[in-house]
């Protein structure tokens, strides 16, 4: 099984960058969790703002897959980056396995 909350047409082609945020098994209420990746994909470019950037999320279980939104806007050139070191370092990574095991069940 495989999720998405995002328009299929926004992810369709190979991400412009993409981050392995865990790629160990952990356990988490009744999913083992094996591989979470940030994506991004840049959808277009403004010569003041820079890229604009949707970035996803993929939480690989036991049980399926999800993609979910994590963030899009003009984030810059590091925007893979930040949003890694946002995950890693803050509860956001808790938080996201989170959000991604309520839509497996869903």
């Known amino acids: 099984m495989r999720k998405s909350d995002i328009e299929p047409e926004r992810t369709s082609r190979?991400?412009?960058?993409s981050k392995v945020?865990?790629?160990t098994q952990m356990q988490d209420q009744g999913f083992v969790i094996s591989r979470?990746?940030?994506?991004?994909?840049?959808?277009?470019?403004?010569?003041?703002?820079g890229d604009y950037s949707l970035l996803t999320v993929i939480v690989e279980t036991d049980k399926g897959s999800v993609e979910m939104k994590y963030d899009e806007g003009f984030r810059g050139p590091d925007a893979l980056e930040s949003a890694a070191t946002m995950l890693t370092r803050y509860?956001?990574?808790a938080s996201l396995i989170n959000r991604a095991l309520i839509e497996l069940q869903g």
Do not use: K
Not at 14 to 17: A, E, S
Not at 36 to 49: G, H, K, P, S, T
């Open 14 to 17: 190979p991400p412009d960058g």
């Open 21 to 23: 945020i865990m790629d």
């Open 36 to 49: 979470i990746e940030l994506r991004r994909y840049v959808e277009r470019a403004d010569e003041q703002l």
């Open 91 to 93: 509860v956001g990574l």
